[in-house]
């Protein structure tokens, strides 16, 4: 039972968070707070220090992918061949790249598990207790729109004052709101035209518009730097080159930033694909290019897991820190080695549904498939279709217990939490001139969901605890 004080604590919280812009819209157009948890996540100095410092080697490792257009093609194009949104995609990339600049703004997501290799069969049982023994397991790295930075960055301030008050444990601190404006404001200076603007690719229905909003207000607020939202079908029509330049409604666009673009659903006509095209062959400086947009696919997530393809971009030693990082993962048409000998990897799968997660090669959410849904979909997927699935070890994160405050209302419950980590790097011509990590995320969720959307309903936003 909560005490008056903790329901006081609770309801305060959640004006402050509106007060804030902490907000979201309800799938019926209702206002409301963005899903948070009033109970920061506990972690070692240790694992906390080992993924930040993942951040800068994970973004020369990006920037070299993306730019590796042999590398990209090679392990895509077979899967395109069966899967028209990746085939559009494809063909929006230009032959050649138009852009000086490169400016990646991307998220590294992880768990924390106890296990120290999840093998095949996990002949150890992990215990509840975060130790020296923990191990990170990345989830996937976002390329594109990867979000929250406005408001985890609100959600820290509120915690960082319940700090203060006593009535929360310190948290660590947390800005990843300031370094994508200054790292949105050093490119477009960089461009070099006066008054020019930030286009930002919009969807039309968008539920998280307010870590956007409040992103464009704080471009505006600390660098005078304006921003202009539109769709894909409305960049189409109302924009257009001039001498190399994208320009729209009259104004130069020095950046564009994608928060759409990743899912069919943001190409509902000809004209997206078009409104692409249009920005893929001007000067602008796309955060992200379709490059690093393709390099952040499941495929080539599942390819960088063998050393001797992570051996081409990356040195040996930060090589051996990645490797350390990553679940085993599979495309379905594999022959894979398991206890049990040589067998297929769809075979395997049928056998242990709930070890694993079966991914298509989609972002944004709610695309992948787990347990039982697993077992369901096999038997539909075509021969000539397996190559497009990945089948990723269920990474088995560390439970706690969280209160979790989600429209309103407040739960404690047996929580995992996945913490990702902002890294922005900007590059000329492929050549890196300033690489850094920005700061975190923190998703924490009822243990027993799959899925990790925030604004799906599915997480809380959460703040870091656990050493000063
Ligand atoms: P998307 O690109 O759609 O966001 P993700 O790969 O990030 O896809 O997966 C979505 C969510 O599913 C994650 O946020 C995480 O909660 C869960 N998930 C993904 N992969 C795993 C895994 N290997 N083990 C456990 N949970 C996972
Ligand atoms: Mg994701």
Redesign the pocket.
Known sequence: METQEQKDLIKNTIEQAKLNGILKYLPNGELTHAPFSLSPYAMPESVFEKMAELTVPFNELMIKVSRNTDFLIHHLEPIAAIDPFLKMLLKCRSKEINQNCQLLIQRN?F?IANVKHNDYKQNTTPTNEITEDSVLRQ??L?TVSASFPFLITRLYQLHKNLFEQNKLPKVIQNNPLDAVVDAFAHSVQNYGISDSVILVVVQSNEKNIFDQIGLQQHLWIKHNIATVRKTLVEIHKDGKLRQGHLVVDGKTVALTYFRAGYTPDDFPEEQAFKGRQLIEASSTIQVPDMGMQLSGM?KIQQVLTKKEVLADFVTEEISRRFLKTF?KMHTLDEIINTPEGEVSASEWLSNHADDY?L?PQ???????YFGSDILKLIPTIKKEEQKAYIM????Q?LPHSSLQIVNGQAETLNCIS?IGRFGVCFAENGEIKNNLDAGYLV?T?ARNV???GVCAGFACLNTITGFD
Request: proline share 0%; hydrophobic share 25%.
């Open positions: 997501d768990f989830v996937e976002n499941k679940a997660v991914k989609r972002e944004g959410g709610g695309n992948n990723m070890e269920k990474i994160a996945e998703r969720k799959n899925e990790g």
